[in-house]
């Protein structure tokens, strides 16, 4: 089949090299009666290239396959459309092509988790017998949740004002943040404002993982505030004074009867952070836009309202704002960076083993503990980390040994899986340890409009792509290692802005 779409593209490409020559009177071609220009001669030669280009990408298996043979079959029908005369008959092969872009925006094909590989050949990690140097287990890996009871984003881009692009309002009710509602000004500079209530307590280093990182937290009496979702949308009503003395207003009110067909998403929170001290896994469960029929939506700053992004694409056959909200959201930092002693884990009962708050799933390569996964659990969701071959045990790596293999970051299946690369090695007893996302977010969405943006936006399955965590360990003694790991940006280039 693949071989066939090529070699359909590749012939209809060619033919239409013929207004091409016909144009400069490089050949005789009797097929095409008409005159043709050389300004349009030239628009003939982009249609071949363009449809060889597309399958030439359709047989490589690259995704953006469909973007040349979108362009291709576009300028293909102005063509026909011009020379309808001499060129009718290349509305069909045009009509096939089309078919097959739209068979493949149709079918959704549910992500393959990775599959877990045999053990890793034992004497390449630890030797003939193993080193015998670590009884335990060590672990370098943490997962940090960020209760978090919902959240909503209004964006303003298109309308900005001179300090804000867009506002999000966040609801806490935990022994970590306090109780109360908490709002973020995202600024024009890149970087963000944070107001909350008295009855929140926020930690202002969280907030390196958003944008250039906080410039300012501000305690607000935020009187009467509201920010509720129900199954008829969201609700808020938010007022308060910005660092200027100007009046914020925020206010949405959701009234539409219209089916609502919540989805999962991984925010790119991420994309914007310039130095994060973890990987930023904002899983939005339920997610959801604003609709635009029968809501009420305004920004007000000062004495000026401003003009709410809208979303270009209907969403289950109706029109939506860009502004987003979910009642069910999962925060977790994945590595927070680290400078200290790493202590051995317990003994495992049953290949489990349990530290602080994240459990681990172990499995024997030998006589020797290797973690096969990882997770930690809020509310209902759980968020799990799986290594294929098994993460080996740091503690018995012989020198020189180097191990690598693939991870998956998982959640609920409604919101998809990064995959990435993971590399071990010990060198003169100084063991290093690096994770590249490599893969990317690979979702797992049905939606036929939410497929077409993942697509023609790049960035929600490409930012984790960007981020790179190494950690160094050297032994200190009998058992504790030392070590420090931090996490690095490698495409600080990438465009900025609110998630």
Not at 9 to 26: P, Q, R, T, W
Not at 73 to 78: E, P
Not at 159 to 188: C, H, K, M
Request: proline share 8%; with cysteine.
């Amino acid at each position: 089949m693949r071989s066939i779409v090529f070699a359909f593209l590749l012939i209809h490409g060619c033919i239409h090299l013929m207004g091409f020559v016909k144009a400069f009177g490089l050949a005789e071609v009797s097929e095409l009666t008409l005159p043709i220009s050389r300004t349009w001669g030239l628009l003939w030669l982009a249609a071949a290239l363009i449809l060889v280009i597309a399958g030439v990408l359709w047989l490589l298996k690259l995704d953006s396959w469909w973007i040349a043979a979108t362009i291709g079959i576009i300028l293909s029908q102005i063509l026909v459309i011009v020379y309808w005369q001499d060129a009718r008959f290349g509305t069909i092969p045009n009509l096939i092509i089309l078919t097959v872009l739209v068979a493949g925006f149709l079918r959704h094909s549910p992500p393959h988790p990775i599959s877990i590989a045999e053990p890793a050949p034992f004497e390449e990690r630890y030797g003939d017998e193993g080193t015998g140097q670590s009884a335990h287990i060590f672990s370098p890996f943490q997962i940090d949740i960020d209760p978090m009871e919902r959240l909503l984003l209004i964006n303003f881009e298109n309308d900005p004002d001179s300090l804000y692009v867009g506002f999000e309002p966040q609801a806490f009710d935990d022994d970590i943040n306090g109780t109360g509602i908490l709002v973020i000004g995202w600024r024009t500079d890149g970087k963000i404002d944070v107001y909350h209530q008295p009855g929140l307590y926020p930690d202002p280093e969280k907030f390196d993982i958003a944008g250039k990182g906080l410039a300012n937290m501000l305690e607000r009496e935020m009187d009467g505030a509201i920010f509720e979702i129900t199954e008829r949308g969201a609700q808020a009503q938010i007022t308060f004074p910005d660092l200027n003395g100007r009046m914020i207003k925020l206010h949405l009110e959701e009234r539409s009867t219209r089916t609502r067909k919540p989805f999962g998403l991984l925010a790119p929170m991420g994309q914007a952070a310039e130095q994060p001290s973890a990987m930023p896994l904002v899983l939005l469960h339920d997610f959801y836009f604003v609709l635009r029929s029968d809501t009420d939506l305004s920004v007000k700053i000062g004495d000026r309202y401003h003009e709410p992004d809208s979303f270009p694409l209907p969403l289950d056959f109706s029109r939506i704002q860009f502004a987003r909200y979910s009642p069910d959201p999962l925060i977790a930092m994945l590595n927070p960076a680290f400078d200290g002693e790493l202590h051995p884990m317990d003994e495992p009962v049953n290949n489990t083993v349990t530290l602080g708050e994240t459990r681990y799933e172990l499995t024997m390569n030998g006589p020797v503990y290797e973690i096969q996964s990882f997770y930690r659990e809020y509310k209902n969701r759980e968020l799990n980390v799986t290594f294929s071959p098994a993460f080996p045990n740091v503690g018995d790596l012989r020198a020189g040994a180097e191990a690598s293999g693939i991870f998956e970051i998982a959640g609920d299946p409604t919101t998809g899986f990064i995959r990435g690369e993971y590399s071990v090695q010990n060198t003169d007893g100084q063991i290093s340890i690096e994770l590249i996302p490599s893969g990317g977010w690979i979702p797992n969405e049905p939606k036929l409009t939410l497929r077409f943006l993942y697509r023609i936006v790049p960035m929600f399955k490409e930012w984790p792509t960007t981020y790179r965590w190494t950690a160094n360990l050297q032994r200190t003694g009998e058992n504790p290692f030392m070590m420090k790991s931090s996490w690095k940006r490698m495409y600080d280039d990438q465009s900025e802005g609110t998630p």
